[in-house]
């Protein structure tokens, strides 16, 4: 029953942002614009109800992980580097803060590796792969390429151009990459409108014992 409810309030909340004039206006970031988009999808008949949910899902609970991981990870980069983050403080506008949000993406990606499993046989630099073998694709080393991105070790908020694969690339970008990164830019931006700065009290880190995600278990830092 509970269940039936939250479904019915779930997507009427969707269809309110379809039946209003001049919404594309105001769903412009973030995940506002996937659930405007997939709003839109469902009103076409491009997109099933139940496809219009699993987006949503996906965009309001996926990104959660990630969002954590991406402030957590900027943050300690940005305290071990204080230069970079002088250098933020120093023109706190909207696309310095948007160039420093993808390097901190690129140089310590929230997630460093995911599985896929090959659709046909192909044989990549020398290594055969039979269609239905996984593969363990690792986004943080190819995030520090060093044919791909110069200085690739170095923490530079205005590297341009900076093609990561953080969130993924193609069709396969991750959906609730936005999220992420709404997120972050406001916390940077609330951060610089109130002069704190990211500073460590210890020098002790830990993360999860994974190589999927890089989620920080322990961070001690100030804000001041």
Not at 39 to 56: Q, R
Not at 99 to 116: K, T
Not at 177 to 199: G, Y
Request: a neutral charge.
């Amino acid at each position: 029953m509970y269940g039936r409810e939250y479904r019915k309030e779930f997507f009427e909340f969707f269809f309110f942002f379809q039946a209003e004039d001049g919404i594309r206006d105001r769903l412009v970031t973030g995940v506002r614009r996937v659930l405007f988009r997939s709003a839109k999808a469902k009103h076409h008949n491009l997109y099933s109800e139940e496809e219009v949910l699993s987006n949503a899902a996906i965009a309001l609970t996926a990104g959660r992980g990630t969002s954590v991981n991406l402030i957590c990870n900027g943050l300690l980069a940005f305290a071990r580097h204080p230069k970079q983050w002088e250098s933020l403080a120093s023109d706190p506008t909207e696309m310095p803060i948007k160039s420093a949000v993808e390097e901190c993406l690129r140089y310590d990606s929230p997630q460093q590796s995911l599985d896929r499993i090959a659709s046909r046989d192909i044989e990549l630099r020398g290594q055969r792969i039979r269609s239905g073998e996984k593969v363990r694709c690792y986004i943080g080393s190819a995030n520090r390429d060093h044919m791909k991105f110069e200085n690739a070790d170095n923490f530079e908020i205005k590297r341009n151009p900076n093609q990561h694969v953080a969130f993924g690339w193609g069709i396969h970008h991750c959906l609730g990459s936005s999220v992420a990164q709404v997120e972050f830019q406001e916390i940077i931006s609330a951060l610089l409108s109130r002069n704190l700065k990211p500073s460590l009290i210890s020098p002790t880190i830990e993360y999860e014992p994974t190589t999927n995600l890089r989620s920080l278990t322990r961070l001690d830092m100030q804000l001041g």
